[in-house]
């Protein structure tokens, strides 16, 4: 990776909006990556519409689920992300992009790892080089990781036991063997972090920034996981003792059970927090500012033990708190994050974010609990914090009205003045008007959409992370008005 593109803190610094679109959303073909053509024109439209943020969420490899909060990786970027068309106009495969699109879906990327290093510039080649050197330290394990989790086809703890526990000579002799596909591994994450910091150069000089997302917990079957095993709480074969979730909150009567394994904070304290250094590190140089999603895990943790049926069977157990911040502070000096503050939030986690001055969150759907002083409606906003219509969690704003009781939905209309046929653009306009700093708006929402068209529903495992919008859905006029409503407001 690059230097960043521009100031980290100023995406902080004034009032800004900005939209939120996961790059699997943009309206591309089924294999020929995002972080082309059609990843410039969303750039093109957020500047155009006044918008000078575009919110994404994390962009790591994930697994079957397509979910990015389950992903192999906390450091590799996703390797379906990488543009056939930038490859074949960089000179990096032979095909041209509407040869490579609907071909094989791995033919082109297998092509890109094989034939990279004899067609690239000399100027890419020594960025290859280079980005090899100073990513060694996750690289060449996640490579491995992908390489063998490909052969195997099932998590890293049912592998054969010498490679599941590392053993040297088993980890040599899978180099050996592998040495061409760990190689194409390696590519590709070069391929991807070189297309995404020149999609933040365009972006910075069209005054967008990019904001990034950090789950604060990793999969289990991660490279991560494997590879340091002693950060994690697992047991000798490498299954967790005790997984993370959330109590029984907004989403779920019996909360939720996220299977990640929970961190070893006093070993990760012993060194520093070193892996998280090198993982915000890494963060910071792809984004303007980044989104730490549950942010309170570091002031708790629901600890929930590997044979509880429920999520409701957990304990809060404490995070690093002050000692983690200060560190990463001392060691990053600038540490532009935004915190997740949603959900069971104490006055300790409050204290922990007010305490580095970070941005906290404010979702407009969740401010009708019938509390005149609940901190998500406008009138109580402060400066300090982000303010969203609805999150990737959340139904569209359109889906979320029309599900709503007909005396939820009258009070709505009551607190922002509006009819049933103004929704969702009475929210986007009271988000864009909020006192908040920043205000960020889902692309379902800027295009009307309803129920049908959510990202997510949190505790379903399936018809999850697919939705994509298409051009001819992003009508003159609603640019037009996202743009008058975000300079009429001061966002502009």
Same mark, same amino acid.
């Given at each position: ?31 020929? !990556? ?5 990843? +410039?024109?969303?750039? %093109? #439209? ?44 960089? !000179? ?9 699109? !609907? ?12 034939? #990279? ?57 899978? /180099? ?8 194409? &591994? ?13 999609? /933040? ?24 996981? @494997? ?16 997984? *993370? ?10 909360? &939720? ?13 012993? %060194?520093?927090?070193? @892996? @998280? ?33 429920? *999520?409701?069977? !957990? ?11 200060? *560190? ?37 759907? #969740?401010? #009708? ?30 889906? @979320? ?79 037009? /008005? ?6 009429? +407001?001061?966002?502009?």
């Amino acid at each position: 990776m690059g230097a960043p593109a521009g100031d980290m803190g100023a995406a902080l610094g004034r009032r800004r909006a900005g939209v939120l679109l996961h790059p699997t959303s943009l309206p591309y073909a089924a294999d020929e !990556g995002a972080l082309g053509p059609h990843a +410039y024109h969303f750039v %093109d #439209f957020l500047r155009g519409a006044g918008q000078r943020l575009w919110q994404v969420l994390p962009l790591h490899p994930p697994h079957v689920d397509r979910s990015p909060y389950n992903a192999c990786s906390a450091f590799a970027g996703d390797p379906m992300l990488v543009s056939a068309e930038l490859a074949a106009e960089w !000179g990096w495969i032979a095909k041209a992009p509407s040869a490579a699109v !609907g071909a094989a879906p791995a033919q082109w990327r297998t092509e890109l790892g094989d034939t #990279f290093e004899r067609r690239a510039h000399e100027e890419d080649l020594q960025r290859y080089e280079s980005f090899c050197r100073q990513n060694a330290d996750w690289l060449d394990d996640y490579a491995l990781y992908a390489t063998l989790r490909a052969e195997y086809a099932r998590p890293w703890t049912e592998w054969p036991a010498r490679l599941r526990d590392r053993d040297p000579g088993a980890l040599a002799d899978a /180099r050996r063997r592998h040495a061409a596909e760990i190689r194409r &591994q390696r590519v590709l994450q070069f391929a991807f972090f070189r297309q995404w910091q020149a999609l /933040r150069d365009y972006a910075a000089s069209r005054d967008v920034a990019l904001f990034g997302d950090i789950p604060i917990f990793v999969a289990p079957d991660s490279a991560d996981v @494997w590879t340091h095993r002693d950060l994690f709480k697992l047991d000798a074969v490498g299954t967790p003792t005790a997984v *993370a979730g959330c109590p029984p909150d907004y989403y779920s009567a019996t909360g &939720q059970h996220w299977g990640n394994p929970l961190y070893d904070w006093a070993r990760m304290r012993a %060194d520093g927090y070193r @892996w @998280w250094e090198r993982r915000l590190a890494l963060q910071l140089r792809m984004f303007d500012l980044v989104r730490i999603d549950h942010f309170r895990g570091f002031d708790a943790s629901w600890e929930i033990p590997a044979t509880a049926a429920t *999520a409701a069977e !957990g304990r809060w157990t404490p995070g690093p708190g002050a000692h983690f911040f200060d *560190a990463m502070r001392a060691a990053l000096h600038e540490l532009p994050i935004v915190a997740e503050d949603l959900g069971v939030i104490t006055d300790s986690v409050h204290a922990l974010r007010d305490r580095y001055g970070f941005p906290g969150m404010r979702v407009l759907q #969740f401010g #009708f609990d019938g509390n005149p002083n609940n901190p998500h409606l406008p009138h109580e906003h402060l400066a300090n914090a982000v303010v969203y219509t609805g999150t990737h969690d959340n139904d569209t704003t359109l889906g @979320w009205y029309r599900s709503l009781p007909t005396d939820l939905q009258a009070r709505v209309q009551d607190y922002f003045a509006c009819g049933a046929a103004d929704m969702p653009w009475a929210m986007i306009r009271a988000a864009l008007a909020s006192t908040c700093r920043l205000a960020v708006v889902p692309m379902q929402d800027v295009l009307g959409l309803d129920g049908a068209h959510r990202m997510n529903t949190p505790g379903t495992t399936t018809g999850n992370w697919t939705w994509r919008f298409q051009w001819e859905q992003l009508t003159p006029e609603i640019v037009e /008005r996202l743009r008058r409503l975000t300079a009429l +407001y001061g966002r502009a």
